[in-house]
């Protein structure tokens, strides 16, 4: 099986599935490009199961003081993951957290594989959208695809993040 991604290419799900495998009950669980997975609040179990699936790095957008069920930057660091907190709210934030995001997309995709995950996958998929249409040139329609099987939901953060990549391409 194939998934089609921009500019005609074809990517074999078969090559990306160990770190999908990974977070099989993830809410939301998706790989939008090779080496990245995305998704909502992972376990204790996904933790382990991502490192073992040879996950370095788990990037969380949820606010610090968010509950969670279990204490993640410990969990992460017990695994042997390094783990960035780059906050993301329900509502249209700062560009300079897109600018964030994306950076530290673009400096670990195709390095090192990474897990990026919110509650639910909502935030997560809305803010991906700028790394996927300037840094994996999908279109539009493409990217916006992406996000929603990611989890995206929230129309503001959509379009926040569309707002952006038009603001970076005409600037």
Request: contains cysteine; negative net charge.
């Amino acid at each position: 099986m194939a998934v089609r991604r921009s500019k005609g290419r074809m990517l074999s799900i078969a090559a990306v599935s160990a770190l999908f495998d990974a977070i099989a009950g993830v809410p939301n669980a998706s790989e939008p490009v090779p080496g990245l997975v995305t998704g909502g609040q992972p376990s204790p179990q996904h933790l382990a199961a991502l490192k073992q699936a040879g996950c370095e790095l788990i990037l969380d957008c949820r606010d610090p003081m968010e509950p969670r069920p279990l204490s993640e930057p410990d969990e992460v660091a017990r695994a042997g993951m390094d783990y960035v907190v780059i906050p993301v709210g329900h509502t249209r934030g700062e560009d300079e957290t897109l600018r964030r995001i994306q950076e530290v997309l673009s400096a670990n995709v195709g390095k090192r594989k990474v897990f990026y995950h919110c509650a639910s996958g909502n935030r997560v998929g809305a803010t991906l959208i700028p790394y996927l249409m300037l840094e994996q040139e999908f279109t539009e329609e493409d990217a916006v695809n992406a996000a929603m099987r990611a989890g995206a939901r929230n129309a503001e953060l959509i379009e926040w993040s569309l707002e952006f990549v038009k603001n970076k391409l005409d600037g």
